[in-house]
């Protein structure tokens, strides 16, 4: 489906307009859409459709997943939290999760970055390298 150049404009104003911080805020967002769909402009599902991806995608680049081999210490969680969060804001929503696939180390993605220290991927490039 082609979006139009206004629906994409309209949209981007509508997504700007729910930020709060920097933050997408969902309170905003639900208003939104409510507002929208009771006055039903032109282009109105286009609108919704790119709105609903910009919002999708602001939640992507604000989510956080640690993984480790072994559940992390209390210490070392708030430790790694405070430098993501450093890094990429307070809007972050951080996970911490167990993958013994990964052998030793850390391996981080925030949004489309990914930060991977691990011992598996470490042995992977070693073995590339015979």
């Not at 307009?17 to 507002?35: E, I, P, T, Y």
């Not at 951080?94 to 052998?103: R, W």
Request: charged share 30%.
């Amino acid at each position: 489906m082609k979006i139009s150049k206004l629906a994409l404009r309209e949209a981007r104003e509508l997504f700007r307009s729910c930020r709060v911080n920097g933050v997408a805020d969902g309170d905003r967002v639900r208003r939104a859409v409510s507002l929208l769909l009771a006055q039903k402009p032109r282009g109105y599902m286009e609108i919704l459709t790119r709105l609903e991806r910009l919002v999708k995608l602001d939640l992507e680049q604000r989510a956080a997943r640690v993984e480790s081999a072994v559940p992390l210490p209390a210490g070392v969680q708030n430790h790694v939290a405070s430098q993501i969060k450093a890094k990429y804001g307070d809007g972050v929503n951080i996970s911490f999760a167990q993958n013994a696939a990964l052998i030793g180390g850390l391996r981080i993605q925030v949004g489309s970055d990914l930060y991977d220290g691990s011992v598996k991927t470490r042995l992977e490039r070693l073995q590339e390298s015979f």
